[in-house]
């Protein structure tokens, strides 16, 4: 008997981040994501361990994909794989946040845009805030800072897709292909098109997008290839100004959600997971 079909499920590409995987699933549960179509990329350290209780109620389905680059190719497979098994899918990283500023559920902000075949969510870079090293405690509540609002980096996307009508992902990882007369729309029902729209919106729908987290894990970052095409990420004569300007403002939106968050992960190390969609509760508890 197959899975029973899931209103909003997300689909990533990870390597090596056991050590952020409960609170990126707990928050995305708390939001409303019903399901998580996870592909590992040659991952070293203890995901399997982490991912265990998820694994076992169902939550998270599991692929080994150590093709590299492999992210385009995972996207593909999970659209192959999955189509049938989901209202929308959203396609972010593992250093995503996906969320609702107006503070409703996400499944609720995405029912109207049901008409359109996939809507797309500017990302907001954040920078180190400050940190040389990993600090203990939460991503959201940890990095504060961020670039400009009207930075052009800001007006990059993620989408959010109708897997029944969307053929595939596109050159690289932030757009997907349509059929003919089918159009992916931002916010505010507006066609959008490629990697990034004309301006950055971020009212109804946004991701926080912690690119670097502390200067140490940036450092690291920095000798990566990318996911998705497999070319150099950054130019290194650049990436100094670059994550100079990550850190130009301070911005605190989900700090608040700190609390809901830790209040899932308490409950799921009590055995008792809360509910996919408790934001309030948990923001209460």
């Known amino acids: 008997m197959g899975e029973a079909r899931s209103y909003l499920s997300v689909c990533a590409i990870y390597r090596n981040e056991a050590r952020y995987l409960p ?25 399997l361990d982490v991912l265990a209780p998820y694994l076992e109620e169902g939550t998270v389905a599991w692929t080994d ?27 972010i990283d593992l250093d995503e946040f996906l969320f609702s500023p107006s503070g409703g559920l996400l499944p609720e902000v995405l029912a109207g845009f049901e008409a359109h075949a996939a809507v797309v969510a500017n990302m907001i870079y954040y920078g180190t805030s400050g940190h040389e090293t ?12 961020r670039l400009r609002l009207d930075r052009p980096r800001n007006r990059a996307v993620k989408s959010v897709v109708d897997p029944a009508r969307t053929l595939g992902p596109g050159y ?15 916010e505010h029902h507006r066609p959008a098109r490629g990697h990034a729209t004309d301006r ?12 670097t987290r502390s200067q140490q894990e940036r450092d690291v970052k920095l000798t990566r290839l990318g996911a998705d095409t497999g070319l150099p990420v950054q130019n290194l004569d650049t990436v100094g100004e670059r ?29 008792a997971p809360l509910p996919v969609g408790a934001l309030a509760a948990a923001m209460a508890a």
Request: net charge negative; aromatic share 14%.
């Open 200 to 211: 950055a919106s971020v009212d109804l729908l946004r991701i926080n997008h912690y690119i």
């Open 172 to 186: 690289v990882s932030h757009y997907f292909t349509y059929p003919e007369g089918e159009t992916p729309v931002d």
């Open 134 to 145: 990993p600090p203990a405690g939460l991503v959201i509540e940890n990095y504060t800072r």
């Open 243 to 271: 994550d100079r300007r990550l850190n130009e403002e301070v911005d605190e939106i989900l700090v608040p959600y700190g609390r809901a968050v830790r209040a899932a992960l308490a409950a799921r190390a009590a055995g």
């Open 23 to 47: 609170e990126w699933l707990e928050f995305h549960r708390l939001l409303g994501v019903e399901r998580f179509y996870l592909y590992s990329n040659r991952s070293t350290d203890d995901h």
């Open 65 to 91: 994909w150590p093709t590299f680059p492999g992210q385009l190719q995972a996207y593909a497979r999970c659209l192959e794989d999955h189509r049938d098994d989901a209202r929308w899918i959203a396609f």
